[in-house]
Nanobody, 124 residues
Framework: VQLQASGGGLVQPGGSLRLSCATS????????VGWFRQAPGKEREFVAA???????YYADSKKGRFTISRDNAKNTVYLQMNSLKPEDTAVYYC???????????????????WGQGTQVTVSS
């Protein structure tokens, strides 16, 4: 499955962005979709994931600020990011996998398909 991430940009601290992860030709609801991010010089880290059932999972530091959701009709998964902080600056990637198990959803190594990444910069 091919993933296309978009929606990044420059935003001031406290602002919001909505990232999109779109696919074509596949039913996204059959996949677990995750968002990860990687800041310069840092490891790629888990942000949020959406289970096939629609259940959502977040890294502890993102709870309450980030929301992952899915539009089945558009085959698109979104990451709504509010109250952005400078430390949220990173390249954000969406990933998907059809076979991943619950205990592995926070681990990037278990996702088979990746989008190209979209840059988010939080700065005044």
């Amino acid at each position: 499955v091919q993933l296309q991430a978009s929606g990044g940009g420059l935003v001031q601290p406290g602002g919001s962005l909505r990232l999109s992860c779109a696919t074509s030709g596949r039913t996204f609801s059959r996949y677990v979709v995750g968002w990860f991010r990687q800041a310069p010089g840092k490891e790629r880290e888990f942000v949020a994931a959406l289970w096939r059932s629609g259940a959502t999972y977040y890294a502890d530091s993102k709870k309450g600020r980030f929301t992952i959701s899915r539009d089945n009709a558009k085959n698109t998964v979104y990451l709504q990011m509010n109250s952005l902080k400078p430390e949220d600056t990173a390249v954000y990637y969406c990933a998907a996998d059809q076979s991943i198990i619950m205990s592995a959803i926070t681990s990037s190594q278990y996702y088979t398909h990746w989008g190209q990444g979209t840059q988010v910069t939080v700065s005044s």
